[in-house]
């Protein structure tokens, strides 16, 4: 069943709830998620009486926010949400500024107050373009049912052109209510204010070609900015790496765009990165950072980040570009644009680069991995938080799988040992680290890919402040699998945590299934039954109490002054991980 209106003429006249529905057919959406309320009945009504785009009612509006973003994130396509006015649109903060700071392309559709009663503090009234413009790439307040059509298809436009965020459009209740014209997508105009060029300069790319060939310690750092800009991006990484043998190294959001069962791949970089990455990243001669913003997650102590090299960065965001490192190299453009013509120039040089260098540099790096910084002492007794990734990773990594996170010591663990062979399978918090993400998410990465399997590695902590999106995983039958790692503390701050639900009969209360795991000897059966189970699952795994999250960045220090596991010098200890 489709609209009531069928569109004959670019002009045809439908109410501006129809428009709505109208204009998500044409920006090609099927899904979005979302929460009734008064300001948006009218769209609500219409959705009722079409079969083509599904609603996903969710349980609160951050939920709707973070699963627009895990579909997003998961497919590449623009994730869209729908809530009211006054308090839908306040509970949707949190996931427009994720969305924002981690490059997310969402449309957040919100009902407002009839025209006549803005300002005058109404029932349900906010200021939405005022509270939501330091949290958007941009909004728009519709006045007028005539811009509408136009309106949401430059949301979209926006949304996931250029550097990838969030756009909102506010839609008074009277405007959803009357009659206007719809105006199609390709009747509408390019915004002058908005055209972002998405091809780098190509002097400055023949430049970094230049400094690339004479680089004896190169090392190249990967964000979610390849992601973003496609799969012909990571093809163009791997080909480039290919093609010039320099290691490769990422940061946590650019997890996959590299495949982590390759020789030159030097793990995560940052914080809680490996040792073999982050002496990489200090000692090397030329960076070559593309798609990531130097936050401070990977950088540490700007004074000393990576002393002696000269740096290029690739970024489709200007304001990226010099914003907290200092760039020799400084290109603005798309990174499968951008790499295309590296990739070009590289098998155009006149003379293959001597490779002398480059054979000692990955000598050095060899040195450096053999102090195995993921390594762990093993328990028998107890279930270490590392070793249960490393058996979800084993038991899950054959299968089409799809992993959501948030913040916390379980992020920091999901990211060392869950290894990332493809992109757009790691959804992470990055920039916000926002607790209570990943459940929503891994919600809407199911919606997205309903024959998958989807894991949300969580924390007891960050778990419980949007578990209520159980409910909504249930009714919409989305087999979403909660794996928590339990250790009874949010653990980054130690801050202990009274009065955890019995997380087993909390799923049985949703309509769930539920399974708790304390012995390593048990745990493989277990993280199979989870994975059999069609339908919700919460998995309590009873992990370690203190066990920490290591390597680590001493505070404030350079990449070469870390804590490693067995002590200040890195002598290995216990049963480690085999590299």
């Known amino acids: 069943m489709r609209s009531r209106h069928s569109i004959d003429t670019p002009r045809a006249q439908m109410t501006g709830a129809e428009i709505v529905l109208q204009a998500l057919r044409d920006n090609g959406v099927q899904h979005i998620f979302g929460y009734p309320g008064a300001a948006v009945l009218p769209i609500y009504d219409e959705l009722f009486q079409q079969e083509d785009i599904r609603h996903i009612l969710v349980r609160h509006e951050q939920g709707a926010g973070h699963a627009a973003e ?64 330091a949290c958007t790439k941009h909004n728009r307040l519709v006045g007028d049912v005539n811009d509408l059509a136009a309106t ?66 190169p090392v190249i750092c990967v964000g979610g900015g390849v992601i973003n800009s496609g799969p012909e991006a990571v093809k163009l990484l791997r080909e480039l790496v290919d093609l010039s043998g320099f290691p490769v190294t990422s940061t946590l959001m650019g997890l996959g765009a590299y495949p982590a069962s390759s020789p030159n791949w030097l793990k995560m970089a940052g914080l809680h990165g490996s040792y073999e990455a982050n002496m990489a990243m200090h000692d090397c001669d030329l960076m070559l950072c593309i798609g990531a913003r130097f936050d401070g997650g990977v950088t540490s102590s700007i004074d000393s980040f990576s002393p002696n090299s000269r740096k290029i960065h690739i970024d489709i965001d200007a304001s990226s570009l010099n914003k907290t490192v200092r760039a020799d190299i400084g290109i603005r453009g798309d990174a499968a644009h951008v790499l295309a013509d590296l990739v070009r120039l590289w098998r155009a040089l006149p003379q293959a680069p001597d490779r002398a260098g480059l054979t000692e540099w990955w000598g050095t790096i060899a040195g450096w991995r053999a102090r195995r910084s993921f390594s762990y002492a093993m328990r028998d007794d107890v279930i270490m938080p590392q070793y249960a990734i490393e058996r979800l990773h084993q038991l899950t990594k054959d299968r089409d799988t799809y992993i959501t996170t948030e913040v916390g010591q379980h992020r920091i663990w999901a990211a060392q040992y869950y290894d990332f062979e493809r992109p757009n399978r790691w959804m992470a918090s990055g920039g916000l680290g926002t607790m209570g993400y990943a459940l929503p998410a891994a919600l809407g990465v199911q919606i997205a890919n309903p024959n998958s399997l989807v894991i949300d590695i969580a924390g007891d902590a960050c778990v419980q402040l949007t578990m209520k999106e159980m409910s909504a995983a249930v009714q919409h039958e989305a087999p979403i699998k909660i794996f928590i790692l339990n250790n009874g503390y949010s653990g980054t701050v130690r801050q202990r945590q009274h009065g955890n639900p019995d997380f087993v009969k909390l799923a049985e209360a949703y309509g769930g299934h539920g399974i708790r795991c304390e012995k390593p000897a048990e745990l493989d059966d277990a993280i199979l039954e989870m994975i059999e189970v069609d339908m919700p699952v ?36 216990g049963v480690s991980r085999p590299w």
Not at 538 to 563: K, Q, S, W, Y
């Open 70 to 133: 895990g579909y997003a994130r998961s497919t590449g396509k623009v994730g869209v949400m729908l809530v009211t006015s006054g308090p839908g649109v306040t509970n949707a903060i949190t996931p427009l500024q994720d969305a924002l700071m981690d490059s997310v392309p969402l449309v957040c559709l919100s009902g407002q107050v009839p025209t006549t009663l803005i300002g005058s503090d109404a029932f349900q009234e906010c200021d939405t373009v005022g509270i939501t413009r």
């Open 152 to 217: 949401i298809h430059e949301a979209f436009r926006i949304a996931r052109s250029g550097r990838p965020g969030p756009v909102l459009v506010d839609m008074p209740k009277d405007v959803l209510f009357a009659s206007g014209s719809y105006t199609p997508p390709e009747a509408v105009g390019r915004r002058i204010s908005y055209q972002p060029d998405r091809r780098g300069d190509i002097g400055k790319i023949e430049a970094a070609v230049a400094l690339m060939a004479t680089a004896r310690r």
């Open 538 to 573: 919460l998995f309590d795994c009873r992990v370690a109490e203190l066990a920490n999250c290591l390597p680590m960045i001493r505070t404030g220090r350079a990449h070469n002054d870390m804590l490693l596991p067995g002590g200040l010098d890195g002598a290995p200890f």
